[in-house]
């Protein structure tokens, strides 16, 4: 089959289209045939792993000290078909259409892949596609939804609750604003000027743009920010939150986790660096949340599969509107 396999750590050039073993499913995996697949931020900051030397050397021991070794293909979330199931699986049947995230064992940019049938140790979880969406919608959905509905169930979102997601034009953000949106928050949502209409039209009653509004000098204060952004200082955000608010950061550093440590002993503010646990049921509740029409992917760009590296260069050249998509074809579906 063929798959996109990651030969080094820097720049998209060592994203390499190559012909590969087709995976075969152990007893309690599905092999799905991917249809699509996604280039989010975090493929593009794994495939550098330019990190602070204190998460750089962890990450490096677990994928490869020189490059990568244990993970040889990057993608991170898939729409497909289930194409063979193993001898224990009873919660699928070839011809099922699901998409899913295969978690930190990354792998879907390639024609196949192996899922587990039911989450557990292993890594990634699947359910049945939303029927509305396409292939790309679909794989657009797992991980920046997943992480998103963790965070409106963290904070506990419900009417009357107000919400600031800084970067909400993005894949985490056009997905938070339509959650928090649909559980009754009033949302602000922060990111560039051309991101503005697009996170008015998901649902923020509110939008700033960072590049010409310093919202940190604001007076309004927020139940639950969402940050995915975190380049700057967190510290002068923090005054934005209530007390007994949650502040979530999306990408950890150093200096994050000791702020979250520190706030936790001098205040009721919390500040968290987490992941979304990968739980089948939230997956199923946001397909309920796109079939009854609530939520819907953005779609940017769509890149065909040998074009992965410039899909890695457009993600990061900045600006990307929601998700960018990897289209899955066969060679048998391109004659
Ligand atoms: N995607 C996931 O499921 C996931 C899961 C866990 C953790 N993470 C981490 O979370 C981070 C964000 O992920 P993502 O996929 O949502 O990224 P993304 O799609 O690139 O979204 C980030 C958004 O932030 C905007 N932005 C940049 N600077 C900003 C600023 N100073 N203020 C406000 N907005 C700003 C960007 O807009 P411009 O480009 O126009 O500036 C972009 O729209 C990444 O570091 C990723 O590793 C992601």
């Avoid at 011809?95 to 557990?120: M, N, R």
Wanted: charged residues 25%.
């Amino acid at each position: 089959m063929k798959a996109v396999v990651w030969t080094k750590y820097g720049s998209p050039d060592g994203l390499k289209l190559a012909e590969i073993e087709k995976p075969i499913p152990e007893a309690d995996e599905i092999l799905v045939k991917v249809h699509a697949t996604t280039v989010t931020a975090g493929d593009c900051e794994m495939r550098r792993l330019q990190l602070p030397l204190m998460l750089s050397f962890p990450m490096r021991a677990f994928t490869g000290l020189i490059r990568p070794k244990r993970i040889s293909i990057l993608g991170q979330e898939l729409a497909g078909e289930v194409v063979a199931i193993g001898d224990k699986v009873t919660s699928y049947k070839v011809g099922d259409q699901v998409f899913g995230t295969t978690g930190f064992k990354f792998g879907a940019y390639a024609e196949y892949i192996c899922l587990p049938a039911e989450p557990g140790d292993a890594q990634g979880v699947s359910a049945a596609k939303p029927e509305n969406l396409t292939y790309e919608e679909a794989a657009a959905v797992p991980t920046g939804g997943l992480e998103a509905m963790h965070y409106m169930q963290r904070a506990d979102i419900k009417p009357g609750k107000k919400v600031l997601i800084i970067g909400g034009g993005g894949s985490i953000g056009t997905y938070s604003i339509q959650l928090a949106k649909t559980f009754g928050a009033e949302v602000t949502a922060v990111d560039s000027t051309e991101k503005l209409a697009l996170m008015r039209s998901l649902g923020a009653a509110h939008v700033i743009d960072y590049t010409i509004e310093d919202y940190t000098k604001n007076d309004e204060t927020y139940d639950l920010i969402i940050d995915v952004v975190g380049k700057h200082s967190v510290v002068r955000r923090l005054k934005l939150l209530k007390e007994n608010g949650l502040y979530f950061l999306a990408f950890a550093r150093p200096s994050h986790i000791l702020l979250s440590i520190w706030t936790s002993l001098t205040s009721q503010k919390r500040v968290k660096i987490e992941s979304a646990s990968q739980q089948k049921d939230d997956l199923l509740k946001l397909n309920d949340l796109i079939v009854s029409g609530k939520v819907k992917s953005i779609i940017d760009r769509v890149f065909p599969l040998d074009q992965v590296p410039e899909a890695h260069k457009y993600v990061e050249s900045g600006g990307k509107m929601g998700n960018v998509c990897i289209k899955v074809e066969s060679a048998e579906e391109v004659a």
